[in-house]
C-alpha cells in the first residue's frame, strides 16, 4: 500500500458513503475505505481524527443534499412540507446512513440550516421556543426513521436470495397467527413487510408529521388565547 498516496477528502467520503450503502454502517472502518484506495489508515488520518471525524463527514455530505426552500408567502404549514420533503429525500438513498444525522445534525452547516428553517417555521406557527424545538426535533428523527425502517427494505448483509428467504419467512410467522386473535395483523402480512409504493409511504409520512405540528400549533394558540 501507498503510505503517502495524495489523496481527496471528497473521494474518502464517497467510499465511506458507498460502502455504507452496500455493506451498511458497521462495515464503514478507517482500515476499510483505506484498502479502497489503496493506502495505509494512516493517510486518512490527515483529513478524519478517527473514524467519529469520518462519520461526522458523511453526515455532512448526506445533509448537503438537502434542498432548503427559500421562505414564500406560503402559508408556515405547505413550506413545511416542502422543506420535509426535501429532507426526505436527500436520506431515502442512503438508509444504511441515515441513522448518523439523529446524534449529528448540529455537527456542520447544513445540519444547522436545515434546524434553523424548521424552527423558524414553527416560530410563524406560533410554537414558543421550547415547545418549536422539541416539535423540531421530533419531526426530523421521525423522519429518519421512516428511512431506516422502510418496508420491504433489505439487509445489506444479506446476499438477494437470503434477503428473499428472509421476508418470506417473517411473512410466514405472521400468516400463522391466530386470525381471531390477529386479524387486522394477519388480513395486513404483505403491507407491514413491503411497500405497494414507496412514494406514497414516504409523502403520507410528511402529511402524517406536518397535520402534528399544526394540531400542536392550534393547541399553543388556543392555549396563549385562554391566557394559559
Excluded at 405472521?174 to 388480513?187: E, G, I, M, N, Q
Aim: glycine share 6%.
Amino acid at each position: 500500500m501507498a503510505a503517502h498516496k495524495r489523496l481527496n477528502r471528497d473521494e474518502l467520503i464517497s467510499t465511506a458513503l458507498a460502502v455504507a450503502d452496500s455493506e451498511g454502517l458497521e462495515a464503514v472502518t478507517i482500515r476499510r475505505v483505506a484498502q479502497q484506495h489503496d493506502v495505509t489508515p494512516m493517510a486518512l488520518y490527515r483529513h478524519f481524527p478517527d473514524k467519529d471525524g469520518l462519520f461526522d463527514a458523511v453526515t455532512e455530505r448526506l445533509l448537503t443534499d438537502v434542498r432548503v426552500p427559500e421562505p414564500d408567502e406560503r402559508p408556515w404549514h405547505e413550506q413545511m412540507n416542502d422543506l420535509l420533503s426535501g429532507f426526505l429525500a436527500a436520506l431515502r438513498p442512503h438508509p444504511n446512513a441515515a441513522g448518523l444525522v439523529i446524534t449529528r445534525i448540529f455537527a456542520s452547516e447544513p445540519g444547522l440550516g436545515v434546524t434553523e428553517r424548521t424552527l423558524a417555521l414553527l416560530s410563524a406557527a406560533g410554537l414558543p421556543v421550547e415547545q418549536g424545538a422539541q416539535t423540531a426535533g421530533q419531526a426530523l428523527c421521525s423522519l429518519v426513521t421512516l428511512v431506516i425502517t422502510e418496508p420491504g427494505r433489505s439487509n445489506p448483509a444479506l446476499d438477494p436470495e437470503s434477503r428473499e428467504e428472509a421476508v418470506s419467512a417473517k411473512k410466514a410467522s405472521l400468516l400463522d397467527l391466530s386470525p381471531d386473535r390477529y386479524p387486522h395483523v394477519v388480513a395486513a402480512a404483505d403491507a407491514l413487510l413491503s411497500c405497494a409504493s414507496n412514494d406514497a409511504y414516504y409523502r403520507r409520512g410528511v402529511d402524517m408529521i406536518v397535520a402534528g405540528m399544526r394540531g400542536t400549533a392550534q393547541d399553543a394558540l388556543a392555549v396563549e388565547a385562554a391566557g394559559g
